[in-house]
């Protein structure tokens, strides 16, 4: 199966970064999202992202011919002409059931369907649409334009077929990916969300200020950002939700999300997008 035209759902940073990988790398990409405000700010946020890369010499081609490869669009009935699909929603088990039901009712019975959720389990999804061989986990990395993994899960009826053309799809976007098996979190949130968790929970503790707690792991630990700026950068939700799923998929107390964080997310406070995380940003 030739894979010209690649549909990705969801406009959100993830989303956006997706359409702009698949589209420098020659591919059509159809972008769709509910919102068009999001549509527009996913254009605006690709635009920038180009300007550097191309400034850097990363992207040789022009902004303007990459981004003409690019579809925006709020109706889904659009996605029906997509080769292969990549869901980008926000992390929750009822939105994607809703998308992924949508999604296999309307696209072709060969194309194959992939989630970028970053801690459900694949089965489950893949239960909610009629392809569950044709169904698999496709997780990009947080910025997808600079990162370069991208973890590949598959589900218990994910075909040995899908598996390879994902894979090779993976290489032709210039990700190098990595095979992950279908657990809470997968190989990378498992490690990475405990770790953020109990950051919050050394602050709230009053182990350390913000700032100790995140010049001790860059200086100390090599990390090129610690986990409070890193959390603010995901998103505050996203890492709360992120390990609930951890939580409630495992029924282990060490997966307990912090107080302070839940506290934060309750307030409003999710990080670099809203303005205020653990760093303030206004």
Same mark, same amino acid.
């Given at each position: 199966m030739e894979i010209k035209k690649i549909g990705v759902v969801g406009a959100g940073t993830m989303g956006s970064g997706i359409a702009q990988v698949a589209a420098s790398s020659g591919f059509e990409v159809i972008l769709q999202d509910i919102s068009q405000e999001q549509?527009?700010?996913?254009?605006?946020?690709?635009?920038?992202?180009?300007?550097?890369?191309?400034?850097?010499?990363?992207?040789?081609?022009?902004?303007?011919?990459?981004?003409?490869r690019v579809n925006i669009t709020t109706e889904m009935a659009s996605l029906k002409e997509a080769d292969f699909v990549i869901e980008a929603v926000f992390e929750n088990?009822?939105?994607?059931?809703?998308? &992924?039901? $949508? +999604? #296999?009712?309307? %696209?072709?019975?060969?194309v194959i369907i992939t989630s970028n959720t970053s801690s459900i389990s694949i089965t489950r999804l893949a239960a909610f649409t009629s392809r569950a061989d044709r169904f698999m986990g496709m997780h990009f990395m947080n910025p997808v334009p600079l990162m370069a993994l991208v973890e590949l899960v598959k589900g218990l009826q994910t075909s040995t077929?899908?598996?390879?053309?994902?894979?090779?799809?993976?290489?032709?976007?210039?990700?190098?990916?990595?095979?992950?098996?279908?657990?809470?979190?997968?190989?990378?949130?498992?490690?990475?969300?405990?770790?953020?968790?109990?950051?919050?929970?050394?602050?709230?503790?009053?182990v350390g200020t913000v700032e100790a707690i995140d010049t001790v792991m860059k200086l100390?630990?090599?990390?090129?950002?610690?986990?409070?700026?890193?959390?603010? &950068?995901? $998103? +505050? #939700?996203?890492? %709360?939700n992120i390990m609930?799923?951890?939580?409630?998929?495992?029924?282990?107390?060490k997966y307990r999300p912090c107080p302070l964080l839940r506290k934060m997310v309750e307030a409003g406070y999710l990080g670099r997008k809203s303005g205020r995380g653990f760093y303030n940003y206004s």
């Open positions: 549509l527009n700010r996913a254009l605006k946020t690709m635009e920038k992202s180009l300007d550097k890369l191309i400034e850097k010499g990363k992207v040789s081609e022009a902004r303007e011919s990459i981004l003409s088990v009822e939105i994607k059931k809703q998308v &992924l039901q $949508g +999604l #296999d009712s309307l %696209l072709r019975a060969e077929e899908t598996y390879a053309i994902v894979k090779g799809l993976a290489e032709k976007m210039g990700k190098v990916p990595v095979e992950a098996s279908d657990f809470p979190g997968f190989i990378s949130n498992r490690i990475l969300m405990p770790m953020i968790n109990e950051a919050v929970f050394a602050l709230m503790e009053g100390g630990m090599n990390h090129p950002m610690g986990p409070l700026a890193l959390a603010d &950068l995901i $998103g +505050l #939700d996203v890492c %709360l609930e799923v951890l939580y409630e998929g495992f029924r282990d107390p």
